[in-house]
Structures are given as structure tokens and as C-alpha cells.
């Protein structure tokens, strides 16, 4: 079950542009989903059989109706073949309405079985399978497998799941799946990163190749004599530099090179170039004509640059933020983007502190108007004077090229235009606040409007399909236990993000360390009678307390091993005492799947409740958690203790 929700939070974004921003989409569908197949387990008309058909005709929607981005006839999207894309108002519902029914038709199956065991047993059988779930879909990450191997996983383990009656009509549906995932993957030209489907293009006369990922333009590799009349911006910062040696360049979201072959080409005696796709890098090392990884002056690391930042204590002589933009997500269960922790005043701070006497820090990149004075304000606010501007002269759609380079000291660049800020200045990113494309602390208008469709639709779907609502009252507790976790669950994964990197691995690590907690909790649960509810609530209440109580971006000044103790101890303590709550709670359930399905479906509350981080920040969720479980010990029924979701 969870890795096939993985297989569609990748897939799906691959494929369908819609999802670049709003990944968490499919897991919310994923959520509603497993929710109303476990409602569903005591219904007599059991459709677990048909979850591998369900699947096929899924991926067939999707693989008939992609869509990628294009300007051709004035459009931004076109569908297979270049045609005519679906609307993302067809979209969007068909594959929330697709995702959420294959997830349905999964967990029913699962639910069937877990209803046959003691409900604790049954948990913590479920966590066991979520771990090696995450732990498969990790190591098929890690070695770069298309979907061709995805598909064959999931086809193997719907046959174990056949034995030992398959019937004929499961061998074809699952040999159309895998063929369908095949179908998708047969382009020479994509390869699968950790982080999204990286498409490069045959070179142009010129010896150009573009780079696109998940169907959208991302970079392209470019001779260093087609920079200088093409995209000059990327020589700009140097006319700032004066007498600057230039011993030291870091360059972070190096990419394919081309900002590394520059820096070589103005006289950089070394430089380290950070990149965190690994796929990407690998393209430029073996592409680029003018083969900057393969210069002895070059360092190559592939990670999160901002912890790069944290761990390294060389000073450079020039700092550049190399066009980072990422276009994905850290997770399916947050809005963090890949690089969004690099853009924050902290993080400006960080550079500044290491730069050397005399260095200088530049970024540049397509930016919107306002975007671009958000910037300018975060590095003048951790500099302390403002940086010089300039104008890169090209613009694609709304954003316009720009250059922004400042000094250690003011008189260490040279300035003919510097930016100023207008009668209101823009507010700065915080590491707690990490959106710096938002226009202040709001939730856009399109995401408020979708997230309330969501839960309009989800109560109809819960309504029709899983059976009155009614048999979920006595389960209440449960459903807030789930809204709070899922909160608690990406309040984690974002900590580790900031203190650790945004790296797939340190994600995947994250959510390994909570399944652990969670099983680690029910089997402990299993084997020693537990504190009364009320013990183990206040538990719970401080160890959020202590979490609050200690800023995230404090623990970035600790050593590693410190930090890591620090950060494990903060962000899994709550997580296993919840857990003591809810297996508490749960082991005496009389209906196990129901209440199980009720705590799922609190869990997609919880991830459209994420979104209010875009407007308090991430810290505060905190206080969303803790009301959630004081609203959880109020409703628990019969004295006992209700608390905590469950990650599936």
C-alpha cells in the first residue's frame, strides 16, 4: 500500500505538470482512499480484486492524458503527442478521483485481513509492511529505476497476494500494468533521479541540450563562448569583483556545469560545486563541451547546499547561488520546496559568515518583481547594506532576468545600480517562514478553493462509499489523533530538511525513524501495561512543550552529532508518545478497521490543515497538534486514552 502511494506521487508528477507544486495532492487522495477502504471492510460487497485493475486503468488515464509544458500556438500545456492538454479543472478531480479509488480498492483488501487479527497485532503487522514499503521504493530511488522496475514490484507482490488461487484475467491485468508503465518509459532520453524524471534533448548545431524535469524547461547546457552573447548574465556578477582573487568559488546548484565552466574561465583557482540532484550532475559531467567536473580545479559534492553551507568551514572568495530552482518538493507531505531554505535571511547570514576579507556573494535567475525584491531585501538585511542590481535583459513570461551581487563590506564591489526598497519593504523568508515566492504570509486563492473541493468531495465519497458516517462517532478521538499526527509527521520532516538537508536520503531517513517510533511504541504497548490515559497525555503535552520551546534553526550551531541527538530526541519523542496513546486506545476497539479508517481519514484533514504553515509558519503547527490531541483527550470514550494517526 504505501509503495504504491509512492509510485503515484512520483509517477503522477512526472507526468502531469499540474502537480509540480502541489504533490501533497495525491497524497491527500491517497489518504481518503486507504480511509474509505478500511471503512469498507465489513461491507459484503468486497472490489479488493479489482485493485490491480483499478491501477492499469489509472496509469492508462495518465499516460493518454499527460501534460507538459509548451508555447507552441501561444498554449502552456500540451497533452500526448503534443496535442491539446485536459484543463487542470478535468484533471486535477479525474486523478484525485483515480488515486483515491485505487488506494480505496488496495486497502480494503489490506483492511480484510487486518480485521482477522488482534487490532495491536494488526498495527503494528501494518507499520512492519509501511517500512519496507518506504524502505524499497528508497533503494529503487538510490539506484535510479524507471518505473518499468516499479511496476514489476508491484506486480510481484499483487501475485504473492493472488496465491495460491490467480486466475487468468489477474495475470493479464497485471501484465497490462507493467506494459503501461513500460510504454511511458521508453524514451532514451529520461532518467529517473531521486528527485523527478530528468528529460535531456538531442544537441543543436550549436551544441546546446535542454534539460527539462517533470516535463517543465529547467536548464540547458551551453558552450561558454554561446553564454557570453546569449545569457551574458551569467558573467555580470565578475564586472563587480575589482582585484578579487578568486581562490575560493562555491557555486551552489552547479547543475550542469555552466556556472562552474564560468567561474573557471573569469580565474578561479578551485571551486565547489554543489548540486543535489545527482542525475543532472552526472548529464553535465558527460555532456558539457567545455567539461568543467573534469577540471582538476573542481570539487564536486552531491547534497543540499544549505547544509553544505552549515558543515563546511572553508571561506570563499565568491558565493553564488547558481540558479536553484528545484520545481519539486521536498515530500508529497509538505510545502517546502527542495530550495527553499537556501533563500532565507538565515541562510544569507550563513553565507555572509563565509565569505573571507574581501569576497562577495551573487545570485541570478528569472525572477518575478517581487520575488526579486524579496531577495534584495533578505541579502541587505543579513549583510547590512544593499546589493548591486542588474538587469540580465531577458525575461520568460512574467519574470524578468536579474543580478544581484553584494559585498562582504560595501567597498568590496563596485556598484553603478543598487537596490532600493519602495515606501513598504518587502518581508524576508525565515527558516521558520521558508516560502520566498509567496507575496506575503497567505494561502493563494487557487489552493483554498481546491483544499475546500477536497473536503466537500471527500465527505461524499466517505458518505457513498464507505458506509454512514455514524459508525465513525465513537471514533472521534481517533480521527483528531490523525489530523494532529499528520501535522506532527511534517513538522518532522521539515526540522530534519532545515538541520540535515533536503535531500531525498535525509527524507527518506526521516520517515523510516517515525515508522520506527511507531513500532517501536506498539510493541512496547503489547508487552507492559501502560500508564493511565491521563499520564500518558501529559507525557505527550510536554515533550510538545519542549519541542516549542526550542527553535529548530538554534540546533544549526551544535556539531553534527550533537544536533542529530538533539533533533531525534525534539521530533521523535512526541511521535512515540503519541503512539503510546493511540496503542493504548486502539487495542481495545471493537471495530478495528473502522476506527482505523477514521483515524486515516483525520490524517488527510491533517494534510490540508498543512497548508496554514504557509501562513503562521512551521513552528506554530505545533499549537494546531496539541489542540488536536486536547481535543482528542476530551472526546476519548470509556476512560480510555485516544491519540495519535498512523503513517500507512
Not at 485493475?53 to 495518465?62: E, Q, S
Not at 530528468?198 to 517533470?214: A, D, H, M, Q, W
Not at 568590496?412 to 518581508?427: E, K, Q
Request: net charge neutral.
Amino acid at each position: 500500500m504505501l509503495f504504491v502511494e509512492l509510485v503515484l506521487i512520483r509517477w503522477t508528477a512526472a507526468n502531469v505538470v499540474y502537480l509540480a507544486y502541489f504533490s501533497n495532492f495525491v497524497l491527500l487522495a491517497s489518504f481518503l482512499g486507504i480511509g474509505v477502504g478500511f471503512l469498507r471492510a465489513g461491507s459484503d460487497d468486497d472490489r479488493s480484486g479489482y485493485a490491480a485493475l483499478m491501477l492499469a486503468a489509472f496509469v492508462l488515464f495518465v499516460t493518454v492524458f499527460p501534460v507538459g509544458a509548451s508555447q507552441a500556438g501561444g498554449r502552456h500545456f500540451a497533452g500526448l503527442f503534443g496535442m491539446f492538454a485536459l484543463p487542470i479543472w478535468v484533471s486535477l478531480p479525474l486523478i484525485f478521483i483515480g488515486v483515491a479509488a485505487v488506494m480505496a480498492s488496495i486497502a480494503e483488501g489490506v483492511a480484510r485481513v487486518f480485521k482477522t487479527f488482534e487490532p495491536l497485532q494488526a498495527y503494528r503487522l501494518d507499520i512492519g509492511g509501511s517500512i519496507v514499503g518506504i524502505a524499497a521504493f528508497s533503494t529503487l530511488s538510490f539506484v535510479g529505476a524507471s518505473p518499468i522496475v516499479w511496476a514489476l514490484v508491484v506486480a510481484g507482490v499483487f501475485l504473492l497476494s493472488y496465491r495460491p488461487h490467480v486466475t487468468r484475467r489477474q495475470v493479464v491485468t497485471l501484465l497490462a500494468l507493467v506494459l503501461l508503465f513500460t510504454v511511458g518509459s521508453l524514451s532514451p532520453h529520461d532518467h529517473w533521479s531521486p528527485y523527478y524524471r530528468v528529460t535531456e534533448s538531442s544537441p543543436t548545431e550549436g551544441g546546446i541540450i535542454s534539460i527539462k524535469v517533470n516535463g517543465l524547461p529547467h536548464q540547458s547546457i551551453v558552450p561558454i563562448d554561446l553564454l557570453k552573447t546569449q545569457q551574458p548574465f551569467y558573467f555580470q556578477p565578475y564586472e563587480h569583483l575589482g582585484d578579487n582573487p578568486l581562490r575560493n568559488v562555491l557555486v551552489i546548484g552547479a547543475g550542469n556545469g555552466n556556472d562552474v565552466a564560468v567561474a573557471l574561465s573569469m580565474g578561479a583557482q578551485h571551486v565547489d560545486a554543489v548540486e543535489i540532484d545527482p542525475v543532472i550532475q552526472s548529464i553535465g559531467r558527460a555532456q558539457h563541451p567545455n567539461h568543467p567536473y573534469e577540471d582538476p580545479r573542481v570539487s564536486a559534492h552531491i547534497g543540499d547546499g544549505r547544509a553544505f553551507l552549515e558543515r563546511t568551514a572553508t571561506r570563499y572568495d565568491l558565493i553564488i547561488f547558481a540558479l536553484p530552482d528545484s520545481l519539486t518538493l521536498v515530500s508529497g507531505q509538505s510545502s517546502l520546496r527542495l530550495e527553499s531554505y537556501l533563500f532565507t535571511v538565515e541562510s544569507m547570514r550563513s553565507v555572509r559568515d563565509h565569505l573571507s576579507a574581501g569576497g562577495a556573494f551573487t545570485m541570478y535567475n528569472y525572477y518575478r518583481p517581487d520575488v526579486f525584491d524579496r531577495f534584495a531585501a533578505t541579502i541587505t538585511e543579513a549583510f547590512g547594506h544593499p546589493p548591486c542590481i542588474d538587469d540580465g535583459g531577458g525575461t520568460l513570461g512574467p519574470r524578468q532576468q536579474g543580478v544581484l551581487t553584494v559585498g562582504l563590506a560595501p567597498g568590496d564591489v563596485s556598484c553603478a545600480d543598487t537596490w532600493t526598497s519602495g515606501t513598504i519593504r518587502p518581508s524576508v523568508a525565515t527558516d521558520d517562514h521558508p516560502f520566498p515566492y509567496l507575496q506575503g504570509r497567505t494561502i493563494p486563492t487557487f489552493y483554498i478553493m481546491t483544499l475546500l473541493l477536497i473536503l466537500l468531495g471527500s465527505v461524499v465519497g466517505v458518505r457513498s462509499f464507505g458506509g454512514p458516517l455514524r459508525e465513525m462517532r465513537p471514533f472521534v478521538d481517533l480521527f483528531f489523533m490523525g489530523v494532529a499526527f499528520l501535522l506532527l509527521e511534517t513538522k518532522s520532516v521539515v526540522q530534519f530538511a532545515l538541520l540535515f538537508g533536503t535531500t531525498w536520503f535525509v527524507n527518506a531517513l526521516v520517515f523510516a525513524g517515525i515508522l520506527l517510533s511507531v513500532l517501536g511504541a506498539v510493541s512496547l504497548a503489547q508487552r507492559i501495561n501502560l500508564p493511565r490515559p491521563q499520564v500518558l497525555f501529559g507525557g505527550l503535552a510536554l515533550a510538545l512543550v519542549a519541542a516549542w520551546a526550542v527553535p529548530q534553526e538554534s540546533l544549526l550551531s551544535l556539531a553534527l552529532v550533537p544536533r542529530f541527538a538533539a533533533a531525534v530526541g525534539l521530533a521523535f519523542a512526541p511521535v512515540f508518545l503519541a503512539n503510546l496513546v493511540f496503542a493504548q486506545r486502539f487495542k481495545d476497539v471493537g471495530s478495528a478497521t473502522v476506527a482505523f479508517g477514521a483515524n486515516l481519514l483525520g490524517a488527510m484533514v491533517g494534510g490540508v490543515l498543512e497548508y496554514g504553515a504557509l501562513v503562521v509558519g512551521y513552528r506554530a503547527l505545533l499549537i494546531v497538534v496539541a489542540a488536536m490531541y486536547l481535543l482528542a483527550f476530551l472526546t476519548r470514550r470509556g476512560g480510555h486514552s485516544r491519540a495519535l494517526g498512523s503513517f500507512t
